[in-house]
Each structure stands twice: as structure tokens, then as C-alpha cells.
């Protein structure tokens, strides 16, 4: 059973670099037809597609967002990091990431970042 987890910090401050790893179990980011990705829901609003990365390795981003958007990934620990750079109060978010293959699931947790200084 494929299970996500994300990590990183709650509290980042203006104009930062926001980092996120997603860390997978129970199988293999670079195997299968699926894409990993990162989506996020600022409070009171709905669910964002900031962007994705497939098996090979190439990634699609939310045009709005890819100008500070950067996702890469470690298959030696079979992990993916999303990286949201030049933060705003803006960006406060529950982050995700998730699996996509013909819809989204299985999803993390979720991880609350909050932008402020």
C-alpha cells in the first residue's frame, strides 16, 4: 500500500524559499505510470495543482506558481521536494502531496506552512 508523508517547516518567513519533502512507501517514484505531485489549500479557499513530477524524472507546473516553483527528487530515498521560492503571507497553505494516476490518491497528511514574519 502506497502511503505519502510530507515534512519540512511550519513557519517560513517573507521572500524565503519554501522547502517540502514528500517521503513514499510501499512503492517506487520511478516506476509505473503515475506522477507525484504537490497541491496545496490556503484557508477558506479550495485545493491549488501547484505541480508534478513523473517516473522519468520531468516536471509540470501550475503556470501561475512556475515562475517559484521548483520540484525535484531523491530516488535513493525515494522522496520528492517541492521548493516555493520569494514567499508571501499569500502562500500560507495545508500542503500536500499526492499520487496521480487517472485522478489523485493516495494523498499525505498534510502539513500547515504559514508565511509570516
Known amino acids: 500500500q502506497v502511503q505519502l508523508q510530507e515534512s519540512g517547516p511550519g513557519l517560513v518567513k517573507p521572500s524565503q524559499t519554501l522547502s517540502l519533502t514528500c517521503t513514499v512507501s510501499?512503492?517506487?517514484?520511478?516506476?509505473?505510470?503515475?506522477?507525484w505531485g504537490w497541491i496545496r489549500q490556503p484557508p477558506g479557499k479550495g485545493l491549488e495543482w501547484m505541480g508534478a513530477?513523473?517516473?522519468?524524472?520531468?516536471?509540470y507546473y501550475n503556470p501561475s506558481l512556475k515562475s517559484r516553483t521548483s520540484i525535484s527528487r531523491d530516488t535513493s530515498k525515494n522522496q520528492f521536494t517541492l521548493q516555493l521560492s520569494s514567499v508571501a503571507p499569500g502562500d500560507t497553505a495545508v500542503y500536500y502531496c499526492?499520487?496521480?494516476?487517472?485522478?489523485?490518491?493516495?494523498w499525505g497528511q498534510g502539513t500547515q506552512v504559514t508565511v509570516s514574519s
Open positions: 513530477i513523473d517516473t522519468s524524472g520531468s516536471c
Open positions: 499526492a499520487r496521480g494516476n487517472q485522478g489523485w490518491g493516495p
Open positions: 510501499g512503492g517506487s517514484i520511478t516506476t509505473g505510470g503515475a506522477v
